[in-house]
């Protein structure tokens, strides 16, 4: 069985890559169709789908800022949005369940506000895997969307709690002074070095911390996210981060084949899927205009709504508990997980196309911005940038010195990642915040006196993207970049790129040549 449903997981994430798809919407398909095909899940994929979770949520704690759970539109989209659309689905449904659709979706005054209540969630899994695979997560609108998944996260623990009235035991006090050993989970993640010792710590840590928190009567994945928020902020965070991303990656692809083994769904349940899948949009509208009255960009609004516009894993959980206590049909937890996976797709394909969206019609979505910025919206550009290196991490950074040696105040660099630009600029590091892939960060700069623009970024279609903006800009300078591949040189060469360095070849000849420089006669070295 394992075999087989690795074997279709991957066949159809293939073909979706190839469609130029999401592999995870190939995932889900593969999880139906073996369900149609007759085949039942044995324990092995859902344990795989477990850790999958438990694992994303520890790397989010790894990266997560508790000061952005505080700030004003975090807090006050989640709770604002959660209260707002529970109002509103929770009558729409009951007036689509007495108008036209009572053979679908016949519900009572309690049925409905659960569903509704099911419904507010958004997919954490979906989110992450989006935010991760566009090299997102880090920027405003992946920081918003994170932190109001978080309290989400949050809200379902408390509504588990209060549904099964069981009351974490007394030992669950003992998890408090948890904060103080801090120093010691940092320092044994720092011995573990460069090696498999490091990914496994890591694994050691999310699924110990998951364990300790069952057992004393508290959600398990709430215990991933807490070890990993103890973590964050060290110095090894990011590469324990990395070294973990292939595992939870694999682990993840579980998960969405068994969202596909819930049920088998009939004509009835589909369609009754169908019609809460248009509730997307409201969802997406509610996230959009409630982010703009707590004065977020409109780019960032929309970006974040686009993101939050899907139904959640934690959804099901919670309608699953609420159909054991009779509180609601078992047929609901069939459709929802269809509809759930419905909504996967739909953000999957639009957000692939968010900022294609956003730089055609900019100018719509703009009129619903406030004229008060929040002071994190508020950019102070550069008037005298000559080089602009877009991307300030471990290669960005290493090309903003060398460049520098050149160049000097002529060199300026560009991060999405706010916590970078802060240290780097206590470091005398010439660099600003600035999304490259928002439109309005190159209209507003002065882009006549720049004459090169570096993309120091991981992700190819990133700099792709940023180099159809910057056209769109009306840039005429240069453009270089960076790619791992030759395939992935030769669609940057035809995207418009001017140069495309191969990260590894350029990087051996690079230490060949300042290694050279260490022989006194290097002239005998070279024909």
């Known amino acids: ?26 995932y889900l398909f593969a999880g139906f169709i073996l369900h149609v095909l007759g085949y039942q899940p044995d324990a092995s994929i859902d344990l795989i789908a477990d850790m999958g979770i438990t694992l994303m949520l520890f790397t989010i704690g790894l990266k997560l800022n508790t000061n952005d759970l505080l700030k004003r539109e975090v807090w006050g989209t989640g709770i604002g949005h959660m209260l707002l659309w529970s109002a509103v689905a929770f009558a729409l449904l009951l007036i689509l369940s007495a ?22 969630f958004s997919s954490t899994v979906c989110v992450v895997k989006l935010l991760q695979d566009s090299g997102e997560l880090t920027t405003r609108h992946g920081r918003v969307a994170i932190g109001i998944l978080v309290l989400q996260d949050i809200a379902a623990v408390i509504y588990l709690v209060i549904a099964t009235k069981q009351v974490p035991s007394l030992w669950a006090l003992c998890l408090i002074p948890a904060w103080w050993l801090r120093p010691f989970f940092i320092k044994l993640v720092e011995k573990a070095g460069h090696s498999e010792l490091l990914p496994l710590a890591g694994i050691f840590l999310a699924l110990g911390s998951y364990q300790i928190f069952e057992f004393v009567g508290i959600k398990g994945d709430l215990g991933a996210l807490i070890a990993g928020l103890l973590l964050s902020g060290s110095l090894k965070s990011a590469e324990l981060a990395k070294a973990l991303l292939s595992f939870k990656d694999i682990f993840l692809i579980g998960f969405f084949v068994s969202i596909g083994f819930t049920a088998l769904p009939d004509w009835s349940m589909l369609l009754s899927a169908l019609i809460l899948a248009t509730l997307l949009s409201l969802k997406f509208a509610l996230f959009f205009f ?58 999957s394909i639009t957000y692939r196309l968010a900022h294609k969206i956003y730089a055609r019609f900019k100018h719509k979505i703009k009129r619903y911005e406030t004229k008060l910025r929040l002071r994190e919206d508020i950019y102070i550009l550069p008037d005298s940038a000559e080089i602009l290196v877009v991307g300030m991490g471990r290669v960005g950074r290493g090309a903003y010195k060398a460049l520098n040696l050149l160049a000097g105040e002529r060199v300026w660099g560009v991060d999405a990642n706010r916590d970078r630009v802060k240290k780097q600029k206590r470091d005398g590091t010439r660099v600003f915040p600035g999304d490259a892939e928002d439109p309005d960060l190159w209209d507003n700069l002065k882009l006549d006196q720049v004459k090169l623009v570096l993309l120091a970024l991981p992700s190819i279609r990133d700099s792709h993207n940023i180099t159809e903006r910057l056209r769109a800009a009306n840039y005429h300078g240069k453009i270089a970049a960076i790619a791992r591949y030759e395939d992935e040189k030769r669609y940057l060469l035809h995207a418009g790129i001017d140069k495309v360095f191969n990260f590894f070849t350029e990087a051996g000849t690079g230490f060949a040549e300042e290694s050279l420089e260490l022989v006194e006669s290097s002239a005998d070295y070279v024909d």
């Open 1 to 26: 069985m394992d075999f087989i449903w690795i074997f279709f997981a991957f066949a159809c994430g293939m073909l979706f890559w190839l469609a130029k798809l999401p592999p995870l919407i190939g």
């Open 290 to 347: 409630i982010c703009c009255a707590i004065r977020l960009r409109g780019r960032t609004a929309f970006l974040t709504a686009l993101l939050m516009s899907n139904f959640s894993e934690f959804g099901l959980i919670v309608l699953s508990l609420s159909s054991e206590m009779g509180l609601i049909g078992k047929n609901w937890l069939v459709i929802l997980a269809l509809a759930v996976s419905i909504s996967f797709i739909f953000t």
């Open 99 to 120: 108008f036209g659709f009572s053979s679908y979706l016949n519900l009572d005054d309690s049925s409905a506000a659960i569903l509704a209540f099911a419904l507010s």
